[in-house]
């Protein structure tokens, strides 16, 4: 079984005169369907333990998943999900619809009374694709496998898979001939011939379809 996620790494950052700091994680960067959302949980010095069960939301199923959200929303300091819709993706590339979607969460914490300038910010991955997108960005940390690894990290991600997943329930309502209750816009089979037979929704991604498989559908 993987080891649950610590607070050693934000118990470092702390020790180092952080006072807050903020777990980012992203979810829906390889979709091409649906929203990119970007999830933020604020902790403080005095956060207790984290909850027992949580994981990186790729280790959790949905019905653990389900469980464990609202434990990390009692147990964090503030939890936001920023979001960036598909026009976005495709006018301003992925990487930048990131930073947008990143840059909404820091901005709803800081209107909910979180101090983000004097933060740190521990990002997963090893690009740092929030900062170019702040005037002012707060210390911006990123750590490879830091929402396996570091519970801010991991509680980011399942805020932010949970509330995606549930946007993508809700687009499956309206356009159900793609499946997004099931591959929550990511590009399965079933979707992508769903896309080539029926085309594209205002939900798609459309710059992300344009491989020679779907053009065929897409064009005729």
């Not at 939890?79 to 901005?107: F, K, Q, S, T, Y």
Request: aromatic share 4%; proline share 7%.
């Amino acid at each position: 079984m993987t080891a649950a996620p610590s607070l050693e790494v934000e118990r470092g950052l702390f020790a180092a005169g952080a006072p807050v700091v903020i777990g980012v994680d992203e979810v829906g960067r390889g979709a091409i369907a649906g929203d990119v959302a970007v999830g933020a949980c604020a902790i403080v010095p005095a956060t207790d333990a984290p909850p027992e069960r949580l994981r990186d939301s790729k280790l959790l199923s949905p019905a653990r998943r389900a469980e464990v959200e609202p434990q990390v929303r009692a147990w964090a300091t503030a939890v936001v999900v920023g979001e960036a819709g598909p026009d976005e993706v495709d006018a301003l590339g992925i990487v930048a619809a990131l930073g947008l979607a990143g840059r909404r969460a820091l901005i709803t914490l800081h209107e909910q009374g979180v101090p983000v300038g004097a933060a740190t910010v521990l990002l997963d991955g090893s690009h740092d694709w929030l900062t170019p997108a702040l005037s002012l960005p707060p210390r911006v940390i990123t750590r490879v496998k830091a929402d396996r690894d570091c519970a801010s990290v991991a509680g980011a991600s399942v805020i932010a898979k949970q509330h995606r997943d549930a946007l993508m329930i809700a687009d499956h309502e309206r356009w159900p001939v793609y499946g997004w209750a099931g591959n929550k816009g990511y590009g399965s089979a079933e979707h992508l011939a769903a896309v080539a037979a029926h085309g594209a929704s205002p939900r798609h991604r459309v710059t992300w379809l344009r491989g020679p498989t779907l053009l065929d559908g897409l064009d005729s």
